[in-house]
């Protein structure tokens, strides 16, 4: 479940490309669905993008894209309500918790 987004409506399926070498590329993808259905929500993702070598900006660097039920983009970028919500997370602005 979902505890940021939508603050509990959604269960979701996370995903997460990892790169090879380094952090740039690395990826989380979280499709969501209605609690107890199998109706679609949106799907989000975040990408770190390239520091170019800068460790500061490797912290911050993200993009987040927001892809809506039916496919439609909604927003992508650096959104600032996504960044803002995680630069409070406790592991390099990625919420992580365990399989239950």
């Given at each position: 479940?979902?505890?940021?987004?939508?603050?509990?409506?959604?269960?979701?399926?996370?995903?997460?490309?990892l790169?090879?070498?380094?952090?740039?590329?690395?990826?989380?993808?979280?499709?969501?669905?209605?609690?107890?259905?199998?109706?679609?929500?949106?799907?989000?993702?975040?990408?770190?993008?390239?520091?170019?070598?800068?460790?500061?900006?490797?912290?911050?660097?993200?993009?987040?894209?927001?892809?809506?039920?039916?496919?439609?983009?909604?927003?992508?970028?650096?959104?600032?309500?996504?960044?803002?919500?995680?630069?409070?997370?406790?592991?390099?602005?990625?919420?992580?918790?365990k399989?239950?």
């Open positions: 479940m979902s505890l940021g987004h939508a603050g509990g409506r959604y269960e979701a399926d996370v995903f997460a490309t790169p090879e070498a380094g952090r740039d590329g690395e990826r989380f993808v979280e499709e969501m669905f209605e609690r107890g259905t199998i109706r679609p929500g949106p799907t989000y993702m975040m990408e770190r993008l390239p520091s170019g070598g800068d460790a500061s900006a490797a912290e911050s660097a993200w993009r987040y894209v927001v892809v809506g039920p039916r496919g439609e983009l909604v927003k992508e970028g650096p959104i600032e309500s996504c960044a803002r919500c995680h630069a409070e997370a406790p592991h390099d602005h990625v919420f992580l918790r399989a239950q």
